[in-house]
């Protein structure tokens, strides 16, 4: 029986019709209502995954079925110079960074790509994008100037290449290119129609697409030089008010402009989470950008705009591991709030993408609409819109309160002219709410003359079809169908009344739970009709199979479906054990490679049982083991700084130039060392350093602490503050002896670097590192140590210049030399390490944080590191106590180092493992302990 189901599910996913046709190119055009793929009209409906924010290419294949699933068909992809080059002319692409097997990925998924490769893409990471060694290149960032030229033209070398191959032009995923990033201030045309050349003359044919920022009046690139294709543009109605999110609309109506008449509307970026700027901690920001948000902005948004391209931002935030965040406004954790959580988790965000995604995808005539007179509702409490597709007639009705703030709750009626008749319409709009309706719409073999529910989705399954219609709970509602003659009415579950007046039936519930109705003859084929609520609709699965697509319903996520003879192949996932309903051509199910015993229903489906994960127990961290890091310890790996010039617009405040950029140390802690001959009467050693929000900076002197203060932000383009970063150390009586050699020692904090919005150098190339040191008049001569750069695998983000990430106590297989912990650390820098086993079961994905106690008053941050990989930066007091490690970094043994940098004596936190969650996923999808 086993070699049986291997088989069937081979024949089954050679069956999936998600892969690309390679051998294959395909036309890619568009007019003003949208993009069209060999003629056939495309809905866009993708959103933004960022795979530098997830170490483990297996997982990317996680989160992408996880998007399909959703009912995406396409994703949005920046793609980071940064993180590819460490330096000039260095260019890596393997490992975490092979993007070719990423889009690959996306061509087996059949899911198209927007392709962002910037050049500068902001996305809340170190530079936005920009390698650290830009601010070393004379010509200002973001312009036409000819050394930026230079450089930004290494990168497109290499990445646009590679996205011509895969173009859908050529049987790839690339439905289009998005070339820079909200440029809009500081603009430089020549720049655009530059980048644009670039593009095409790499071979890139596909649309050319740009991100207008913010709906205003800003540079959007519609029209004169370096006008692009299709302008879209990015909306963030919600901002980014986490800590109240209870707010409606801060930031406008979130209605995408139409920019060019001879394009479709583009929603670039549409918020779907949100940036913690204000430290509330991300179920607030999903708070923030709930279902009931989603609701009324993006369904405004679709009969609003008739946008038929939407990118949203983000669907997966995922984690800014190592030294990739901007400074600014983001922590390690770049969760976002989304509809899946930085652990992969599904969340209610997600049921409403699902509702609204497969509604987008299944019912064609949205692809062309015109807006179009709305039917008037009988109280002017409720607001209506309207689009009609001008070739079959279908009607798109948008409903929501007039006020979209109110929580009120309002019945009225719609006197509604539909393509069928003229109707009088009930409808109920309880709180923050909205609803799309659908009128004179052929559903399949079925004529839907109205509905006050909204459409899920529908199928045809052997000549039946079957849709799922859903409202919310308790409300009441209303389908009318047209009919030749009397169609037989049966209603296998629920309470439905059904009426025939000679050519319409009209049935009428209230949403609760699961109504099922079969309809048949009245001269239509036959028809199941499922009533559902917000909740019941959110657990059906539309899948594509090489007979058509089918539904599932029951799983907690359904990846995959084929058909092969008689058997449904399905990929599943199950939070806990429930039921499996199929509503497929076939009469045997497998899943996850397990045969099945499923039974026939009225409803022509076939229903089983799937088990749930049986729990787990994570190990405890103990014996930590330590290791302390004295003050510019070692004498190898030091760089003499003698520069007296910098390409940065910011000049420092003493020479020589002590900024680590000027010397190749792009990203984590630095050390520095400065020798003098003493005078005997210095009382202070002051110091300016520039760190990035939340940095800092400690001082010794002749190897005796003298402190820490924090570093300078410079985090805009205001004036330059020239005393950034300042602290003042007072020389201990009798540390300084006359005529004799002292050693400064210097640790300075490199919390990434600026982003560049404004297009404005003396924002991004403000510098990191010392920015002026005077110690009485002591002339210092000057040595500086950071990252070795040596990890390829790992990449120049993961480590910084702590001399114990040079020596690579970091790395799992360092064991040698170590203590056990004290019970507290001196001020300093101290390591501490331990072990862990993790034996989870293979065919359930666990997704695993390590946490972090919760004492915010502690002075000191720890870097983590599991098995190397640098997960990120914890800092007593931050929103952020949970570290998720994904799997692929974590393996079945495990090492955690912690780098911790203290500015007092103190102890550790406790730190402990945690599970995020427990799915069975039958075969090992993910291959946790890889
Ligand atoms: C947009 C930008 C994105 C990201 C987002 C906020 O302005 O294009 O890259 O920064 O804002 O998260």
Redesign the pocket.
């Known amino acids: 029986m086993r070699i049986l189901v291997a088989v069937l599910m081979l024949l089954g996913l050679i069956a999936a019709p998600a892969a690309a046709d390679q051998a294959r190119g395909h036309t890619v055009a568009y007019d003003k209502y949208s993009l069209t793929v060999d003629g056939r009209r495309v809905v866009l409906w993708s959103g933004e995954f960022h795979y530098f924010r997830l170490p483990s290419p297996e997982l990317w294949r996680d989160v992408l079925e996880k998007i399909r699933a959703a009912g995406f068909n396409g994703v949005s992809l920046?793609f980071h110079w940064g993180y590819h080059s460490p330096a000039p002319g260095v260019y890596d692409f393997s490992g975490i960074r092979d993007v070719e097997r990423l889009l690959r990925m996306t061509e087996e998924l059949g899911l198209y790509v927007v392709a962002r490769p910037g050049p500068y893409?902001?996305?809340?990471t170190t530079g936005g994008g920009l390698p650290a060694w830009l601010k070393t290149v004379e010509g200002r960032a973001r312009s036409s100037d000819a050394g930026y030229t230079a450089a930004y033209r290494e990168w497109l070398s290499r990445i646009n290449p590679i996205l011509a191959r895969h173009q859908v032009t050529r049987g790839g995923s690339v439905i289009a290119y998005n070339v820079e990033?909200?440029y809009a201030v500081n603009v430089d045309p020549l720049y655009m129609e530059q980048l644009q050349q670039k593009a095409r003359a790499d071979g890139i044919d596909v649309p050319i697409v740009h991100?207008n920022?913010c709906n205003g009046d800003l540079a959007n690139w519609s029209s004169g030089q370096g006008a692009v294709q299709i302008p879209g543009v990015?909306d963030?109605p919600q901002a980014f008010n986490c800590q109240d999110p209870g707010t409606w609309g801060t930031w406008g109506e979130g209605v995408t402009r139409r920019l060019r008449d001879d394009a479709p509307v583009y929603a670039a970026?549409y918020q779907a989470g949100?940036?913690d700027l204000n430290n509330a901690g991300y179920e607030k920001c999903r708070e923030l950008t709930g279902p009931d948000y989603m609701k009324v902005y993006y369904k405004s948004n679709i009969i609003g705009s008739g946008a038929t391209m939407y990118g949203y931002?983000m669907l997966h935030g995922g984690t800014s591991w190592g030294w990739l965040p901007q400074p600014n406004d983001v922590y390690t954790s770049y969760d976002?709030g989304a509809a899946i959580t930085e652990s992969r988790g599904l969340t209610t965000k997600y049921d409403e993408f699902k509702r609204q995604g497969y509604f987008l995808t299944t019912v064609k005539p949205l692809a062309k609409t015109d807006s179009s007179p709305a039917p008037g509702p009988a109280d002017p409490a409720v607001f209506t819109q309207a689009r009609t597709n001008p070739d079959t007639g279908t009607q798109f009705v948008l409903v929501r309160h007039a006020d979209r703030r109110t929580s009120a709750d309002v019945s009225t009626v719609l006197d509604w002219s539909t393509p069928d008749g003229s109707y009088s319409v009930p409808v109920r709009v309880n709180g923050r709410d909205a609803k799309i309706l659908v009128a004179g719409y052929d559903l399949g073999g079925q004529r839907l003359v109205w509905s006050n529910s909204e459409i899920l989705t529908h199928v045809t399954v052997q000549g039946r079809d079957v849709a799922v219609l859903y409202g919310r709970e308790g409300e009441q509602g209303s389908t009318v169908l047209r009919y030749n003659s009397a169609p037989q009415v049966r209603v296998l579950e629920g309470a439905v009344r059904s009426s025939f007046d000679g050519k319409d039936l009209r049935l009428d519930y209230t949403h609760s739970g699961l109504a099922r109705v079969l309809v048949e003859g009245g001269g239509r084929p036959p028809m199941l009709l499922m009533l559902g609520t917000d909740q019941t609709a959110a657990q059906f699965w539309r899948l594509d199979t090489a007979a058509g697509p089918v539904l599932v319903r029951g799983p907690s996520l359904t990846r995959s479906a084929a058909v092969a003879g008689d058997w449904l192949v399905l990929k599943a996932d199950m939070d806990q054990a429930g039921e499996v309903e199929t509503f497929a051509p076939t009469r045997r199910l497998v899943v996850d490679g397990k045969l099945v015993p499923a039974r026939r229903t009225p409803s022509g489906s076939l229903v089983g049982r799937l088990p749930g994960p049986r729990p787990v127990s994570l190990s405890a961290l103990s014996s930590w083991q330590y290791r302390a890091e004295p003050p510019a310890f070692g004498d190898s790996g030091w760089t003499v700084a003698d520069k007296t010039t910098t390409a940065s617009p910011i000049k420092p405040k003493t020479l020589p130039v002590l900024y680590a950029d000027e010397y190749g140390y792009h990203y984590g802690n630095v050390w520095y060392r400065g020798a003098f001959t003493a005078g005997g009467d210095e009382k202070t050693v002051s110091v300016n350093a520039i760190t990035g929000k939340r940095g800092n900076y400690l001082v010794w002197l002749n190897g005796h602490y003298l402190g820490s203060a924090l570093g300078g932000t410079q985090a805009d383009s205001e004036p330059v503050n020239p005393d950034p970063g300042r602290g003042d150390f007072t020389i201990p009586e009798g540390l300084l002896v006359k005529g004799s050699a002292a050693t400064l020692s210097v640790l300075v904090t490199n919390m990434g670097h600026n982003d560049n919005?404004t297009a404005d150098d003396t924002r991004f190339k403000q510098p990191r590192g010392l920015f002026g040191v005077t110690v009485g008049d002591a002339k210092i001569s000057w040595q500086i140590r950071g990252a070795s750069n040596s990890d390829v695998e790992r990449g120049p983000m993961n480590t910084g210049g702590l001399y114990g990430e040079r020596a690579g106590w970091h790395l799992p297989d360092r064991h040698s030399r170590w203590s056990p912990a004290p019970a507290t650390m001196p001020a300093g820098v101290s390591w501490y390490r331990s072990t862990f086993r993790l034996d989870l079961p293979a065919d359930q994905d666990v997704p695993v944080a390590l946490r972090f106690g919760d004492q915010p008053d502690r002075k000191y941050r720890a870097f983590v590191f599991v098995n190397g990989w640098n997960m990120g930066q914890y800092m007593p007091g931050a929103p952020q106590r949970d570290f998720v490690v994904p799997a692929g970094v974590l393996g079945r043994s495990n090492t955690v180092t912690l780098a911790v940098i203290a500015t007092e004596p103190g102890a550790l936190a406790p730190v402990s493992l945690v599970a995020l969650g427990n799915h069975w996923t039958g075969t090992a999808a993910v291959d946790q302990l890889g």
């Open positions: 920046y893409i902001n996305a809340e990033n909200e991100n920022c990015d963030y970026e949100a940036i931002y976002y919005w």
